[in-house]
């Protein structure tokens, strides 16, 4: 038998940060920051452990919520301001191998800092180093924004000198860019380093570095509190495909209890039509309506409305479809949770479908979360299935299709 190869994702998180305090358990788009490079090591296919060194009770209790290992509290001495990271890895690989004669063949530093992996990256980065025997480390870079060799340093006597040479070329700074070389700078996405380079070459790199080179547009350096809200955006950027601890997406439930629908964005097109007199109307589709009634009839899913609105509108809709209604819920998660105990439901039984920001809040408390397609962009992120077809253009009757055919193959 081929042995298989031990991979290693190492994630250093110490408590202090003067920039950011608390840096590593501050919210980005959504979940901790530290929960990005925890998420992006769990997914990989070839990381064999993934673990989190910190000297912070706290930060390790969070680790260990998203799925990572903290078998250990890294030593005060070896989380201050000025401590490098080779000793954070000297100490892991020493505990690991006398505590549990554990040594990986390969480590991967996924610093929390730069959270937005492409997808993919970690494996590829592992890949590449298996394929090189005589490289030490591969290295994240992307292509540098500014060229290095137009750039200067002044000397003790105030002269501006060039801080790059280039052999054979007279005056680089004055050539034109496509003469100079390729540049490229490290980023924080990725090392993966054979653990021989950092036990024996007492080094994180080695000699032989190999690049992995990554899109500039997941360049992302956490250092400041404004990069947090700045870079959060990115998350939801059609254009970026990056490993994200929020679409964590569940399994269709087995068996469906109860359907819980949101009212206007779910079961209308989010408009509404206000005449002279102030009344006003909503427009709703007969395929949802219908969908509704093939529910009742093929299963013993309970279906109701859960809306904020206080609508006459609203309870007319549901009066039409014979289902229940529930009107003026601003706190639709403690909704969902009293509604789940009174009646003995199993909360992996409930399936919620929304649209907007304050549907989110039931996320936890069901067992799947669906929303139209047309949903707020966060919604669609977090969801554990968008749907096809928009809010009032049909979403419900292919969510209710969906329950049907899996109540029908359960059944078979």
Request: aromatic share 6%; with cysteine; charged share 25%.
């Amino acid at each position: 038998m081929v042995k298989q190869t031990e991979v290693l994702a190492l994630i250093p998180a110490r408590g202090g940060s003067k920039g950011i305090p608390r840096k590593n358990l501050r919210d980005f788009a959504g979940a901790p920051l530290i929960a990005y490079s925890i998420w992006a090591a769990l997914q990989a296919e070839l990381v064999s452990r993934v673990i989190v060194s910190t000297d912070d009770e706290e930060i390790a209790e969070v680790a260990r919520s998203w799925g990572a290992e903290v078998p250990f509290i890294r030593p005060a001495e070896l989380a201050q301001d000025d401590t490098t990271d080779l000793p954070v890895f000297d100490h892991c690989l020493q505990w690991l191998k006398e505590n549990e004669g554990y040594q990986p063949d390969i480590v991967v530093q996924l610093r929390p800092t730069s959270p937005v992996r492409p997808m993919g990256l970690i494996d590829d980065a592992v890949i590449k180093l298996l394929e090189e025997p005589a490289a030490d480390c591969v290295r994240g870079v992307v292509p540098s924004g500014q060229n290095p060799f137009k750039m200067w340093w002044i000397d003790s006597c105030g002269q501006l000198e060039p801080l790059l040479t280039v052999a054979g070329l007279s005056e680089a700074y004055n050539a034109p860019r496509q003469a100079l070389p390729k540049t490229y700078w490290q980023t924080g996405h990725i090392d993966a380093i054979c653990t021989k380079t950092i036990i024996e070459k007492h080094s994180l790199t080695g000699d032989v570095i190999l690049p992995i080179l990554i899109d500039p547009l997941y360049t992302v350096d956490i250092d400041t509190p404004a990069d947090l809200q700045r870079y959060a955006k990115l998350m939801l950027d059609p254009h970026i495909q990056a490993v994200d601890p929020l679409k964590r997406r569940r399994s269709f439930p087995e068996n469906v209890s109860t359907l819980v629908m949101d009212f206007d964005g779910v079961l209308t097109d989010d408009m509404v039509y206000t005449d002279e007199n102030g009344t006003e109307s909503v427009r709703c589709s007969r395929s949802d309506g219908f969908g509704i009634s093939l529910l009742k009839e093929n299963t013993r899913v309970h279906a109701l409305i859960m809306s904020r609105e206080t609508n006459p509108v609203v309870s007319a809709r549901a009066k039409k479809l014979d289902i229940e209604v529930f009107q003026s819920v601003y706190q639709k998660d403690q909704a969902i949770q009293a509604l789940i105990a009174e009646r003995n439901l199993v909360s992996g039984e409930v399936i919620f479908v929304g649209n907007d920001l304050p549907d989110l809040a039931v996320l936890p408390y069901v067992g799947f979360f669906a929303c139209p397609a047309d949903a707020h962009p966060e919604v669609v992120r977090q969801a554990d299935l968008v749907l096809e077809h928009a809010g009032g253009e049909g979403a419900v009757r292919e969510l209710i299709e969906i329950i049907i055919e899996t109540t029908a193959k359960k059944e078979l």
